[in-house]
């Protein structure tokens, strides 16, 4: 006969009870505070977000006449230096906030297609890689700079569905142009600043701003606000931030 525990079970099933009562209350009771924690309407998430929609008086400009490879460009191809929807909705603004840190993606890709770069605008973080190729059966030159002239490649794409891969190093605008058709331009934003690009309709979003009052940074290529644009950011709310820009 087994050795009786103080409380007349035997030792063996005494220690597995108290363990699986040890479990099952820190089982259970883990659940419960995380789910009174998320009840408790005293407590914000850090951080808040910032909404809204970039807009223009300014029209669509005037296509621009290919003046060369008509049968891959066509005769014209649209100017998207002002990409304007109805309603007066702008894309391709960059939106920042000076000083807060974010993540940009490692590397942004651009198509060269009807003898146009696709997307227009990408962010990218420093040291990341603009990532290229073409969808024309022709001669794409891709050439990247700084804002000081500074060339960061300058590549040659003569044939589609053919990726190539090029760094840049430093934080800055760098333009894209190519060589052979020179109407074409792309933008790539490289940063470590929290930035968004608004979309067809305009909008744009920021989420995870820390709490703090800043003057927003805001770039377009053809286009600029009228003045400087502040706002006040508050834990665990959002907050929305219309852009008008003009000449």
Not at 24 to 49: C, I, M, N, W, Y
Not at 64 to 69: E, L, Q
Not at 188 to 203: F, K, P
Request: overall charge positive; some cysteine.
């Amino acid at each position: 006969m087994g050795r009786i525990s103080p409380v007349g079970i035997p030792r063996a099933g005494a220690i597995a009870a108290i363990t699986a009562i040890a479990a099952f209350v820190l089982g259970a009771g883990e659940p419960r505070a995380r789910s009174l924690r998320a009840r408790d309407p005293g407590v914000k998430p850090a951080g808040g977000t910032i909404v809204g929609v970039a807009t223009t008086q300014e029209g669509a400009r005037p296509p621009i006449r290919a003046t060369i490879d008509p049968a891959v460009c066509g005769s014209s191809v649209p100017d998207e230096s002002v990409m304007v929807a109805g309603g007066g909705h702008l894309a391709n603004v960059v939106v920042s906030v000076p000083g807060v840190k974010a993540s940009q993606p490692a590397d942004v890709a651009f198509a060269n297609e009807k003898c146009r770069f696709v997307p227009r605008v990408g962010l990218l973080r420093p040291g990341g890689a603009v990532k290229m190729m073409s969808k024309d059966a022709t001669l794409h030159t891709m050439h990247a700079a700084a804002a000081d002239g500074r060339a960061f490649f300058n590549v040659s794409i003569p044939v589609p569905n053919v990726t190539l891969s090029r760094p840049v190093d430093k934080a800055g605008l760098v333009t894209l142009s190519c060589s052979t058709h020179t109407w074409m331009r792309g933008f790539v934003h490289v940063t470590e600043e929290l930035s968004a690009i608004s979309g067809s309709d305009g909008r744009y979003r920021l989420e995870g701003v820390p709490a703090g009052k800043y003057q927003l940074r805001v770039w377009h290529e053809a286009l600029k606000t009228a003045a400087p644009v502040t706002v006040v950011v508050k834990d665990g709310e959002t907050v929305t931030v219309d852009l008008t820009l003009v000449k």
